[in-house]
């Protein structure tokens, strides 16, 4: 799954920098107070303070970056962060061996 995700960044990060990440949906809170919640079947948000490995693509304003899917680490496991049967292959995988297949499949593309 990892060689679907991964290609040669044209972008470069230095660690610890900030980005800015969209996704598709979200919430709108209409005059009446009612909440509705937004999204694209399947795919979910991430979570404010959660910890998570995102791979990201660039679009046509290349300072942000769009989420295409992640995985959450949570408890020194891993799980997918949208829904769908192919992610699902690193599911309750440890996050050691999950940050460890995914750091040779960097250094090694």
Do not use: C, W
């Not at 046509?60 to 680490?73: K, M």
């Amino acid at each position: 799954m990892l060689d679907d995700l991964i290609v040669s960044p044209d972008t470069s990060l230095a660690p610890g920098s900030s980005i800015e990440a969209e996704r598709e949906g979200g919430r709108v809170r209409f005059p009446s107070g009612r909440v509705h919640l937004y999204r694209t079947s399947e795919m979910n948000m991430p979570v404010l303070g959660g910890r998570y490995v995102l791979f990201l693509t660039t679009g046509s304003d290349e300072a942000v970056f769009r989420i295409v899917t992640g995985y959450e680490l949570r408890d020194g496991t891993v799980s997918p962060l949208d829904h769908l049967p192919n992610l699902r292959v690193y599911e309750n995988v440890s996050e050691q061996d999950f940050l460890a297949a995914l750091r040779k499949k960097i250094s090694n593309p």
